[in-house]
């Protein structure tokens, strides 16, 4: 049985070297029955070690993998450089890189030119074009979009030893933990890549500690070694301090006891808002390539990545159901000058506030009128390129930030995160 499965293994191994994918060492390498060869294009590069499993892995062509790495149910752009890790579940588009002994798993998507470095993990983890995340970061329920430093290669950039903290060990039942969220940047990120556009980024310095739920605006710079509590940060601001300088000791039955939650769910607003609106951005770049005939590899790396952004949406719609869910389960489990407002707050999102989001996300009223300048303006950049390389973002920077095409749509995704935010108070 045992050479059945080692003849088997390397029969997958030889019919992807036939076809023009580059494996270094092929007796090391593992290709897991399940997978489609079709989905593994010509001028792949295979190191030693590396396992390619499950049946929605997809690999492009110009990528490398470095070698001692697992790839499953992921989906690898073209021309992206991986080393050594564990990439499950997740999207990389295009010219992505990590350095050693990387994890991005449980549904993560990085957009084009993302990059880590050494022993990052990434869960539920959706980045922006051209973020670098440093050394030793831990980012589990992230939305991080970009922006233009005056490094031109960095969107935005985490500095090392930062840890996003979302895990409170306690919930509705055993097991069933609330885990609250980070978003970073805004939607004027995206647009910042036009040409003109003012240099704006977010910088979160090293050894930092994100303790979420917080939403950290456009331009903000956190300083290193910084604490960042719960809040909504506006733009432009510099975070420091925030260590607590004496030990705080209580019993841990009065953790479980929440005082006013209604801080929370405006953060949980506020970020559902902002990623909603960043949801239907991707849109734009589905539609734009299959008007610019992209091919199927392609298109299904952005239907992918808008996959991965819908898993986000339900983690955090989620993080608000939990904790209505335990408001609503016991008295005890709110303060008693907070319990009357608490169950008043909780009984609202179930009934009113996320209804009142589905229905602002639904109307679709201006958008097709903001953004077809936008999209004509895409569609002749693209179709004026040299060579044949169709890249959105390429084209995106090749349009005038203050032109009126690109104004519209600017004006129109920071409205409707507003549109979200409005009605979800209503």
Same mark, same amino acid.
């Given at each position: 049985?045992?050479?059945?499965?080692?003849?088997?293994?390397?029969?997958?191994?030889?019919?992807?070297?036939?076809?023009?994918?580059?494996?270094?060492?092929?007796?090391?390498?593992?290709?897991?029955?399940?997978?489609?060869?079709?989905?593994?294009?010509?001028?792949?590069?295979?190191?030693?070690?590396?396992?390619?499993?499950?049946?929605?892995?997809?690999?492009?062509?110009?990528?490398?993998?470095?070698?001692?790495? $697992?790839?499953?149910?992921?989906? &690898?752009?073209?021309?992206?450089?991986?080393?050594? @890790?564990? !990439? *499950? /579940?997740?999207? %990389?588009?295009?010219?992505?890189?990590?350095?050693?002994?990387?994890?991005?798993?449980?549904?993560?998507?990085?957009?084009?030119?993302?990059?880590?470095?050494?022993?990052?993990?990434?869960?539920?983890?959706?980045?922006?074009?051209?973020?670098?995340?440093?050394?030793?970061?831990?980012?589990?329920?992230?939305?991080?979009?970009?922006?233009?430093?005056?490094?031109?290669?960095?969107?935005?950039?985490?500095?090392?030893?930062?840890?996003?903290?979302?895990?409170?060990?306690?919930?509705?039942?055993?097991?069933?933990?609330?885990?609250?969220?980070?978003?970073?940047?805004?939607?004027?990120?995206?647009?910042?890549?036009?040409?003109?556009?003012?240099?704006?980024?977010?910088?979160?310095?090293?050894?930092?500690?994100?303790?979420?739920?917080?939403? $950290?605006?456009?331009?903000?710079? &956190?300083?290193?070694?910084?604490?960042?509590?719960? @809040?909504? !940060? *506006? /733009?432009?601001? %510099?975070?420091?301090?925030?260590?607590?300088?004496?030990?705080?000791?209580?019993?841990?039955?009065?953790?479980?006891?929440?005082?006013?939650?209604?801080?929370?769910?405006?953060?949980?607003?506020?970020?559902?808002?902002?990623?909603?609106?960043?949801?239907?951005?991707?849109?734009?770049?589905?539609?734009?390539?299959?008007?610019?005939?992209?091919?199927?590899?392609?298109?299904?790396?952005?239907?992918?990545?808008?996959?991965?952004?819908?898993?986000?949406?339900?983690?955090?719609?989620?993080?608000?159901?939990?904790?209505?869910?335990?408001?609503?389960?016991?008295?005890?489990?709110?303060?008693?000058?907070?319990?009357?407002?608490?169950?008043?707050?909780?009984?609202?999102?179930?009934?009113?506030?996320?209804?009142?989001?589905?229905?602002?996300?639904?109307?679709?009223?201006?958008?097709?009128?903001?953004?077809?300048?936008?999209?004509?303006?895409?569609?002749?950049?693209?179709?004026?390129?040299?060579?044949?390389?169709?890249?959105?973002?390429?084209?995106?920077?090749?349009?005038?930030?203050?032109?009126?095409?690109?104004?519209?749509?600017?004006?129109?995704?920071?409205?409707?995160?507003?549109?979200?935010?409005?009605?979800?108070?209503?």
């Amino acid at each position: 049985m045992l050479n059945d499965n080692v003849a088997a293994n390397r029969a997958r191994v030889e019919r992807l070297s036939a076809k023009g994918v580059n494996i270094l060492a092929p007796e090391s390498v593992i290709v897991g029955e399940e997978v489609n060869p079709d989905n593994v294009e010509a001028g792949v590069v295979v190191g030693p070690g590396t396992k390619i499993l499950g049946t929605e892995t997809m690999i492009g062509a110009g990528t490398e993998i470095q070698g001692m790495a $697992i790839i499953k149910n992921s989906l &690898v752009g073209r021309n992206c450089n991986l080393a050594a @890790g564990e !990439y *499950a /579940d997740s999207v %990389l588009l295009d010219r992505c890189s990590t350095v050693g002994w990387a994890r991005v798993r449980g549904h993560s998507a990085w957009e084009e030119e993302s990059n880590s470095s050494h022993n990052c993990d990434t869960k539920m983890t959706v980045l922006g074009y051209k973020i670098t995340l440093g050394s030793l970061i831990n980012f589990c329920n992230v939305l991080m979009l970009g922006g233009t430093s005056p490094r031109l290669e960095v969107g935005a950039e985490v500095g090392s030893g930062t840890i996003n903290f979302n895990f409170l060990p306690f919930g509705p039942t055993v097991g069933a933990l609330i885990k609250p969220s980070t978003v970073v940047g805004s939607m004027e990120s995206p647009f910042l890549v036009c040409d003109g556009a003012p240099t704006r980024y977010t910088f979160i310095g090293g050894h930092s500690s994100i303790v979420a739920p917080v939403v $950290i605006g456009l331009g903000i710079v &956190v300083a290193a070694t910084s604490r960042v509590n719960p @809040g909504i !940060y *506006a /733009d432009d601001k %510099l975070v420091g301090g925030g260590n607590i300088e004496k030990p705080l000791i209580l019993d841990v039955s009065k953790v479980r006891v929440l005082k006013d939650i209604a801080p929370k769910y405006e953060i949980l607003i506020r970020q559902m808002a902002i990623t909603e609106a960043f949801r239907r951005w991707c849109n734009v770049r589905v539609a734009w390539a299959k008007r610019n005939n992209l091919d199927e590899f392609e298109i299904k790396l952005f239907e992918g990545f808008t996959a991965k952004v819908d898993k986000y949406i339900k983690a955090l719609e989620a993080y608000g159901d939990n904790m209505a869910k335990y408001l609503l389960a016991s008295d005890d489990n709110s303060r008693p000058d907070s319990l009357v407002q608490n169950k008043a707050i909780a009984t609202r999102w179930n009934e009113e506030v996320k209804a009142q989001i589905k229905a602002a996300v639904t109307e679709e009223t201006g958008y097709a009128e903001a953004t077809a300048g936008l999209n004509s303006e895409l569609d002749r950049v693209t179709q004026e390129g040299v060579g044949g390389d169709k890249q959105f973002y390429g084209a995106l920077a090749k349009l005038s930030y203050l032109s009126t095409e690109v104004k519209a749509a600017r004006e129109y995704f920071s409205g409707l995160v507003e549109t979200i935010v409005r009605r979800a108070r209503t």
